[in-house]
Every structure is written in C-alpha cells, then in structure tokens.
C-alpha cells in the first residue's frame, strides 16, 4: 500500500507548455508539502497545505498554483515551463509530528 | 535567515563508523531531523532531536547540541547499503508557520 504517490513519475515536455502533477496520500495527514530538488539535490520547500488552507508559500513564481480538493490530495500545476523548472518534485505529508513521508518524485525535464 | 552546513561528501570502508557533521543557524529553532535519500529515490526519515543528546535507533544514533548549534548522525558497522545521501533539516517556527529547512546534503560511499 502506497502511503504517498505521485503521477507522473517523469514527465518530459516543452518550454511554454502547461503541466500538471498530481500527489495523494493515505496516512490521513493533515499537512501536506512540495518540494523541489534541482540537479545539486538540493531540497528546498515549495508549498505547504494544512487541512486545504495554504501555510507555507515560498518565493515560487506565480507560474506554479498548488490546489488542494481535500486534506489526503495535493497538486501542482506549472504554467508556462521554463529550462529552469527542470527537477524533481517530491510532494510530502505529515501529521503534528516531526516526520514527514515523502512521495516517490515526479522527474520533470523541460526541452 | 536560516542556513546548514554539511560535508558534501564522506567515504568509509564497509563495517567502519562514519560521522555526519551538520552545523546551523536559524531563528525559532525546534529540532534537527535527519533524512537519508539513495540515487533515484525519495528522502526517508531517520531521526529527530529536539533536545540535546544523543538518540538511538538500531545502527544510526542523532545527537544534538542546542547550545553550539550543531548536531551529527553516527552510522556504525557501515553496510554497503547506507551509501546514499544524507541530509540535515532543521525544524523551526520561521515567516508564521513550522518548516523543515534541508541542508544541501552528504554523499556517503560505503567501499568494500
């Protein structure tokens, strides 16, 4: 059973397009998190959701929305892709607790 | 502002003890926790310390000091499968709300 997921898993397009990708967990959390790791592995936070209201909004261009329909779904959606947005974005959960469960990654390459 | 520093990277010999170092500077400090990442995989959760000591769980042990700002994960009776990435995060109170601010990471190469 998959705690959190993540789809895509990789997802290739071109610059300009609009991509979504979509994360759900099923530990009944009630924070969930993105983040961004470029190609230095340096994982830096993106978003977060508390109970579908938005906590944590870092210094993301407006071109990424994050939505959250309900406390157990999280996602991301890109506008207008730049070279630079090339990374994997891991989506997270946790509870009040310190841990947080990571999703597998979604590995996006803008050409 | 907040900032952690790590070696980026470590090399031991299978069976040996390494020592992972992370120092740090933040406001609204709450604890470290630790993460372990292979290539291609997801971070998974090692250890969290909020108060100063050493915590541990089965070959890795976390210690923490509060007071120098700085604590390190201790991996004993290396196995070839604890190669991979090592990260530092510190939990704290920053801009309203609690964030995990990830260090940039120590490579760790277990050789036979």
């Known amino acids: 059973d998959t705690a959190v997921s993540q789809t895509p898993k990789y997802l290739v397009t071109q610059m300009g397009n609009d991509k979504s990708i979509k994360c759900e967990q099923n530990?009944?959390?009630?924070?969930m998190y993105w983040y961004k790791q470029d190609s230095k592995k340096f994982l830096k936070i993106m978003f977060s959701y508390n109970n579908k209201e938005l906590i944590i909004n870092e210094t993301v261009p407006n071109r990424f929305s994050p939505k959250s329909p309900d406390k157990a779904h999280l996602n991301l959606h890109i506008n207008s892709l730049e070279l630079g947005d090339s990374a994997v974005y891991f989506c997270a959960s946790s509870h009040v607790s310190n841990e947080q469960f990571f999703g597998p990654g979604t590995r996006l390459t803008v050409l | 502002g907040q900032s952690l520093e790590q070696p980026s990277e470590v090399t031991a010999v299978e069976g040996a003890i390494v020592q992972i170092n992370c120092t740090y500077q933040t406001s609204g400090f709450y604890g470290l926790s630790w993460y372990q990442q292979h290539d291609g995989g997801a971070p998974t959760f090692l250890s969290y310390n909020a108060l100063d000591g050493l915590e541990e769980t089965g070959r890795f042990s976390s210690f923490l000091s509060r007071s120098d700002s700085y604590g390190y994960l201790l991996l004993q009776e290396l196995q070839m499968k604890d190669s991979a990435s090592y990260f530092c995060?510190?939990?704290?109170?920053?801009?309203?709300?609690?964030?995990?601010?990830f260090g940039s990471g120590t490579r760790l190469l277990v050789r036979p």
């Open positions: 995060a510190v939990r704290g109170w920053m801009d309203s709300s609690y964030k995990l601010i």
């Open positions: 530990l009944g959390h009630d924070t």
